[in-house]
């Protein structure tokens, strides 16, 4: 049996991946504060339904997103159970996001907000390059607890300010060098 090299077979792992990058780079982006990250996952011409509180061209949720993440609270994405079904230039792709969210409402009541999401997204390649032509988001959960910052009770930090926290752009270690040694 002659070995053969299996070329579709290692495009549809470089697509794969190339749209789990993208998904990954989306959330960063939500939690950074950086809008350019998430407007770089789209086409131009994008649908955004985010399950209730968007429905409209991706471009305007970019435009909404620009004002409110820069002093938006605190915030942890996590994309998971990616799933890619590949059809030439298109792809299907549903994915879990696990949404951590602390909140601080004037009243003083400060809690923190788990969410769990799935987002169902039309990928196309246009000219060499995957983004999403279509989402469409569904919330699956919520748990809000009260606000409880310990550090493991102080084993992982005995002192927490002296903690590297992260931080919205440009002052999050991704943007200040984060991959150099200080």
């Known amino acids: 049996m002659a070995d053969t090299f299996d070329t579709a077979a290692l495009q549809a792992v470089i ?9 990954v780079r989306y959330c960063r982006g939500a939690d950074r504060g950086d809008a350019d990250l998430i407007a770089a996952a789209y086409h131009d011409d994008a649908i955004e339904d985010h399950g209730g509180t968007f429905l409209g061209p991706a471009s305007d949720y970019v435009a909404m997103l620009r004002k409110i993440l820069p002093s938006a609270p605190r915030m942890t994405h996590a994309t998971s159970n990616i799933l890619i079904e590949l059809d030439g230039d298109v792809a299907r792709v549903e994915s879990y996001i696990l949404t951590f969210s602390r909140r601080e409402p004037e009243d003083g009541d400060a809690f923190d907000s788990l969410t769990m999401a799935r987002v169902v997204d039309r990928f ?34 005995p002192d927490p300010s002296r903690l590297t926290r992260g931080a919205k752009k440009p002052h999050d270690i991704i943007y200040t060098g984060g991959w150099e040694r200080s």
Do not use: P, S, V
């Open 15 to 23: 697509d794969k991946q190339a749209i789990t990058e993208i998904l």
């Open 124 to 157: 196309e390649r246009r000219e060499g390059r995957w983004g999403i032509a279509q989402r469409r988001l569904a919330w699956e959960w919520n748990h809000e607890m009260r606000m409880r910052e310990t550090w493991g009770r102080g084993g992982i930090a």
